[in-house]
Nanobody, 122 residues
């Protein structure tokens, strides 16, 4: 069983910063892509940023260089530094990881965290 636990959400004023963290734990052979998604009320869940194991980060257009994703492979953790936050960034932020439980050619599985609320006031 694999668990993803997010932390770091909260309430911040527009222009402020938050840093989200996500830790993957359990019976893990290897973690491939890790990423952050968000879902605002009444909207679909959307990609914010993702990074492969040793690959280049991929960002949504709306990030506009305000956010930075990073990971610590030794700890199976991924972070999202969010600067210059806007009220439109208000959403529940979810961590996702693509995990291999056993040596190849065993398949990879996607796991999601429970989400952490980010609220940006104007």
């Amino acid at each position: 069983q694999v668990q993803l636990v997010e932390s770091g959400g909260g309430l911040v004023q527009a222009g402020g910063s938050l840093r989200l963290s996500c830790a993957a734990s359990g019976s893990i052979f290897a973690v491939n892509t890790m990423g952050w998604y968000r879902q605002a009320p009444g909207k679909q869940r959307e990609l914010v940023a993702a990074v492969g194991n040793g690959g280049s980060p991929n960002y949504a257009d709306f990030v506009k260089a305000r956010f930075t994703i990073s990971r610590d492979n030794a700890k199976n953790m991924v972070y999202l530094q969010m600067n210059d936050l806007e009220p439109e960034d208000t959403a529940v932020y979810y961590c996702k990881a693509v995990v291999r439980l056993r040596r190849p050619p065993s398949p990879e599985y996607q796991y999601w965290g429970q989400g952490t609320q980010v609220t940006v006031s104007s």
